[in-house]
Nanobody, 121 residues
């Protein structure tokens, strides 16, 4: 069984910073892409950023230049450094990862439980 556990959310003032972490554990042979999504009230879940095993990154236009995604392959962990936060960044942030449980198995998409980020004065 695979688990993704996020941490680092909270309340921050506009212009502030937060760093989210997501650690994968359990039956893991290999992890390919990892990423962060967010869902604001009344809106669809949207991609924030993702990163490949080799470190190639992709960002939503609304966060480019403010957010940085990174990963530690040895720790099966992905991070999201969020700077210059705006009220419109308020949402529940979810991490996801494509994980193969054992050698030769298919990759499946796993999700974390979500962590709330609130940007407000």
């Amino acid at each position: 069984q695979v688990q993704l556990v996020e941490s680092g959310g909270g309340l921050v003032q506009p212009g502030g910073s937060l760093r989210l972490s997501c650690a994968a554990s359990g039956s893991i042979f290999s992890i390919s892409a990892m990423g962060w999504y967010r869902q604001a009230p009344g809106k669809q879940r949207e991609l924030v950023a993702d990163i490949t095993t080799g470190g190639s990154t992709n960002y939503a236009g609304s966060v480019k230049g403010r957010f940085t995604i990174s990963r530690d392959n040895g720790k099966n962990t992905v991070y999201l450094q969020m700077n210059s936060l705006k009220p419109e960044d308020t949402a529940v942030y979810y991490c996801d990862a494509m994980i193969a449980a054992y050698s030769g198995s298919a990759y499946f998409n796993y999700w974390g439980q979500g962590t709330q980020v609130t940007v407000s004065s």
